[in-house]
């Protein structure tokens, strides 16, 4: 059995993520941390920030940079399963991959980016997409859709792949993270 894991934090870093919004990032990837490293006798750690193109940074990095630029979240996914091929073979680790976003993605890439998931997903024991913020009404954002009504967000699109192994969680607040965190690991808290 493979007492080695290896968590991935991949956070969208692009201006929409505001300080606020990173806080609440890094206070659920931390509880995410303690659990996993609870239960492994090793654990690597993986950051990956992304804005319209992704790299693999250090923890400071990873919540203190301020890029700015687009967003597509699917270059985030593809960076992780680059770094999954090179170094962590699934036979021999066990995966767990929690991406974190604002929900800002440019809708050409919303099919892209479930499918990566949708990849990931194969190889890793536990997936989740969090974003942050409140669930928008899109509506008032008519002003350059085709005619039939907004886009669906990548909030709709990761619906689409949830199941037992990939979670989609939503945080407003602080008083959201555990609940969320208990959703996502069940009964096994």
């Known amino acids: 059995e493979n007492t080695a894991a290896v968590v991935f934090f991949v956070m969208d870093v692009s201006g929409s993520m505001t300080k606020s919004k990173k806080f609440l990032a890094r206070s659920f990837f931390f509880l995410l941390y303690q659990f996993i490293n609870h239960r492994y006798s090793s654990v690597d750690v993986v950051f990956v920030s992304h804005t319209a193109e992704a790299n693999e940074v250090n923890e400071e990095q990873f919540f203190t940079q301020v890029p700015n630029g687009g967003t597509l979240v699917s270059t985030g996914l593809k960076k992780v399963e680059e770094i999954i091929e090179k170094r962590y073979h699934p036979n021999n680790w066990n995966i767990y991959t929690f991406y974190c976003g604002d929900g800002d993605n440019w809708a050409i890439d919303n099919k892209e980016a479930l499918a990566a998931f949708r ?53 407003e607040e602080s008083k959201d993270i555990w609940p969320a965190f208990k959703k996502l690991f069940g009964g096994k808290v």
């Open 119 to 171: 990849r990931l997903k194969e190889v890793n024991q536990a997936m989740c997409y969090t974003e942050i913020g409140k669930l928008h009404d899109y509506r008032e954002y008519s002003l350059f859709s085709s005619g039939g009504g907004p886009d669906k967000k990548l909030w709709d699109w990761t619906k689409l792949a949830e199941d037992k192994s990939f979670k989609r969680i939503r945080l």
